[in-house]
């Protein structure tokens, strides 16, 4: 099999119409198919063009909050990477992981639970009334408390990802995001990750309509 010779600045183009080719003219209102075609593009896996699921104008809530400059709290310092911190700092926004901080790691010790979940009450103090966007890719707790504290009244999110991988509590914490009336995007199932919950976001800040 021969290696096609590609421009750098022309990959990204050409693995757009890969994805748009294979969709075999599977087409979404935008920016949702910004969004489906980016979380393949980062993955190489066309399952999210049927595992994710929205909320109602979801997709437009996020990019209207992104623009209005929100906190954006992930739960992994590999999905506070993947995200544009230039391109969201335009908006005025900004984000944070505490999940290494020694008060969270000290706090979740004391208390026997997940550093995920303290991580996600720092985030709520640290936003402070602003727009809250939460990211998660990796841990189903942050999911269970953030609904825990969406029940309370402790916090209204202006958008949840909910995208975290694996086996353990992974769909039931989808599932309770789904459940609560806030606006949501989640890969139903046990697929997800830092990457594609970056990429969502990234979607959303790269969307110009």
């Given at each position: ?134 990211a998660i890719g990796n841990a189903p707790t942050a999911l269970v408390r953030i609904a825990e504290m969406i029940d309370a009244g402790e916090v209204k999110p202006a958008l949840v990802i909910g995208a975290p991988v694996g086996f353990v509590n992974v769909v039931e914490s989808k599932e309770l995001i789904m459940e609560r009336d806030v606006p949501y995007i989640v890969p139903r199932g046990r ?19």
């Amino acid at each position: 099999m021969a290696i096609q010779i590609v421009k750098p600045d022309e990959i990204e183009k050409k693995s757009m119409e890969t994805i748009v080719s294979e969709l075999g003219g599977r087409t979404w209102p935008e920016p949702r198919f910004s969004i489906v075609k980016r979380c393949i593009h980062t993955s190489a896996d066309f399952d999210y063009a049927d595992n994710l699921c929205f909320s109602e104008n979801a997709e437009n809530i996020g990019v209207e909050a992104i623009r209005n400059g929100p906190v954006i709290i992930t739960d992994t310092k590999m999905a506070a990477a993947g995200i544009n911190k230039t391109r969201l700092a335009e908006y005025g926004g900004e984000v944070h992981c505490f999940i290494s901080d020694e008060d969270v790691a000290a706090a979740a010790k004391e208390r026997g639970c997940t550093r995920a979940t303290v991580a996600m009450e720092k985030g709520v103090e640290v936003a402070a009334g602003r727009p809250i966007i939460f990211a998660i890719g990796n841990a189903p707790t942050a999911l269970v408390r953030i609904a825990e504290m969406i029940d309370a009244g402790e916090v209204k999110p202006a958008l949840v990802i909910g995208a975290p991988v694996g086996f353990v509590n992974v769909v039931e914490s989808k599932e309770l995001i789904m459940e609560r009336d806030v606006p949501y995007i989640v890969p139903r199932g046990r697929k997800g990750g830092s990457n594609i919950a970056a990429t969502i976001c990234n979607a959303m800040m790269y969307y110009k309509g």
